[in-house]
Every structure is written in C-alpha cells, then in structure tokens.
C-alpha cells in the first residue's frame, strides 16, 4: 500500500466532528483529519510492518497519518536519530503518548531516551520522558524494581515543571511505577511526600494526586497490570 492511498483512505474517513472532540480534550494537534484511534488501529492491522512506509507517513505532517507511521514502523529499524526527529515533531499529548505506547517504549535506547528528553526545555518532549517511563512500568514486566527507582530523581526533579502536559506525564509516571508491587508503593508514596514539600502549585498537584491513589491501592494477583490511564 503507498503513501498517496492510504492518505486518500483517511481522508474517506474523516470526520470533522471528531476534530471537535478532540480539541474538547486539549489535544491540539495540528492537520487533524478527525479519525479514531479505534479506526486507525483496526487500519494498521491491514498494512504489513514498514519502516520506509511509515516515515514516509510521518512526513506527510497529517496528525492521523503520523499515528499510523507509529503503528507500523518496525521497531528494529528505529535509530536514535529519527526518533529524535519525531519526538521534536510532537505538537500535543494525543501523538507524543500514542508514539510512546506504539513504538518508543520498545526500543533498546529507551532508557537513555529517558534521560535525554527529561532535561530539554521543550513541552512536549519533556512530557515524552515521562510518558516513557509510565508505559514502561504499565508494559514491560521483564523490568525489575532497580530499573525504576532510578526514575524517582527525574520525577522529583521535574515535579517543579508547572507546563500542564509535562506535570500530568509526572504524575502519571509516579503512580504507575507505585502500581507495579508492594515495594515500589511504598518507595513511590515516600517520593510523593518529598514532592509535597517542594511547595509549588505543580509539585502539589502532582504529590496529592499520587498519595491519593496510591494509598488506595492494593496488589491484584494473577490480573495483568493495569492499562494506561
């Protein structure tokens, strides 16, 4: 399937209604068509693992084809170098998160990614940081407890972050990780009281909303981690 038809299948699909809702959740995205992701992931099933396709996509600009680009590109041919390009691309929460869950959380550079992205100034490409290690945490059960204690400087760090997207991705980061076991919970909730006491609008935010659900929660046995929320 080319470029040009899978375009003009989108564009048969589209729905400016959608675009609507869209903008009523803060996705701001640019060149939306207004289609569901639910379509969207139904369409990638259709079209064969493709790397060169999928960049081809994501060079399009269009909001719903770089969507689709992160749910065929081939995660052993993804580089360090390209993802960059996409990350710097991301213009809303709705393709930086999409992107992460897709195709970045796979990768063998991930973890560096981590770190990289954290320290830019950038909004969105703070926020991929931090999304990273939420789907990382929700995901990849071969992890263990080490590999994301390492994340509790970043998130205490950038917990200071007022820009709306970023202190979200924070806050989800952090409860995700509490979510995981018994162990991480309680390293989680402690980090979430030290975040308290940084004393900003954002660190206040990001601090009760995690204290309040990982207080509440408790180890579920033989039911698989939590989706994303």
């Excluded at 564009?11 to 609507?20: F, G, L, S, T, V």
């Excluded at 081939?74 to 195709?103: H, P």
């Excluded at 975040?195 to 009760?208: E, H, P, V």
Aim: positive net charge.
């Amino acid at each position: 399937m080319t470029v040009d038809k899978i375009i003009k299948e989108l564009k048969q699909n589209a729905d400016p209604k959608k675009i609507e809702s869209e903008r009523r959740f803060g996705n701001q995205g640019k060149n939306m068509l207004g289609i569901s992701v639910t379509f969207l992931r139904k369409f990638a099933k259709i079209i064969p693992k493709n790397h060169k396709l999928a960049i081809e996509l994501w060079n399009t600009g269009i909001y719903e084809a770089k969507m689709l680009a992160s749910m065929i590109a081939e995660v052993d041919k993804a580089t360090e170098k390209q993802m960059d390009k996409w990350v710097n691309d991301f213009d809303s929460w709705g393709i930086c998160d999409n992107t992460c869950i897709n195709l970045l959380c796979k990768t063998s550079f991930v973890d560096k990614k981590i770190f990289e992205y954290a320290q830019s100034e950038k909004e969105y490409v703070r926020r991929t940081a931090f999304t990273l290690i939420a789907c990382l945490a929700v995901k990849n059960k071969e992890l263990k407890d080490k590999d994301f204690i390492k994340y509790f400087d970043l998130i205490e760090k950038y917990a200071v972050d007022e820009r709306n997207f970023v202190k979200k991705a924070v806050n989800w980061a952090l409860r995700q990780i509490g979510k995981r076991n018994e162990q991480l919970n309680k390293k989680a909730l402690k980090v979430a009281y030290d975040i308290l006491k940084l004393d900003t609008k954002s660190a206040r935010w990001i601090a009760r909303g995690a204290i309040n659900e990982l207080e509440k929660w408790k180890p579920r046995k033989n039911i698989k981690i939590s989706k994303f929320s």
